[in-house]
């Protein structure tokens, strides 16, 4: 099935169903898992990079709970957390799929419409017409 999986989370509700769907395809496959967080920085003309509203350690913190979590259930797991800039996860989610030949990419979305998915630009919109693999959304 798929040997390794990419997981992308944020911090919004949906992770926690985003991270117990990968391990559902973890264990059934007996695959690799990668948790990928991602900071998004906005830019600020001239001023550089304005620095997340997001803590580090936070971030951090709920990656290694994650991994720590797929650990216990048996499954080899790594955790990633990175910052990018704002509008550039998608991106940075593909790219990440491709340097850990991961077959399938699960993340979640926040279950805005269609129209709502393009006019703001959802994340998880803009993965799958980039993705070169299958990617699981969950709501």
């Known amino acids: 099935m798929y040997e390794k999986i990419l997981v992308a989370i944020d911090h919004s509700e949906i ?6 769907a990968a391990r559902d395809l973890a264990t059934l496959s007996r695959g690799e898992v990668w948790v990928l967080h991602l900071r998004e920085r906005e830019m600020a003309g ?4 304005i620095t997340s509203s997001e803590s580090e350690g936070g971030a951090t913190e709920a990656v290694n709970a994650a991994v720590s979590a ?4 048996g499954i080899k797991a790594h955790g990633v957390v990175r910052n990018t800039i704002f509008g550039y996860a998608a991106r940075e989610i593909i790219d990440d799929a491709k340097e850990h030949d991961a077959g399938v ?6 279950g805005r419409g269609d129209l709502a998915g393009l006019v703001l630009g959802s994340t998880a ?15």
Do not use: W
Request: net charge positive; aromatic share 2%.
């Open 105 to 110: 990419i699960v993340m979640g979305t926040r």
């Open 15 to 20: 992770s926690s169903r985003v991270l117990d």
């Open 70 to 73: 797929f650990t216990e259930a």
């Open 46 to 49: 001239r001023g550089g990079i």
């Open 125 to 139: 919109h803009k993965v799958i017409h980039l993705a070169d693999r299958p990617v699981l959304v969950v709501r």
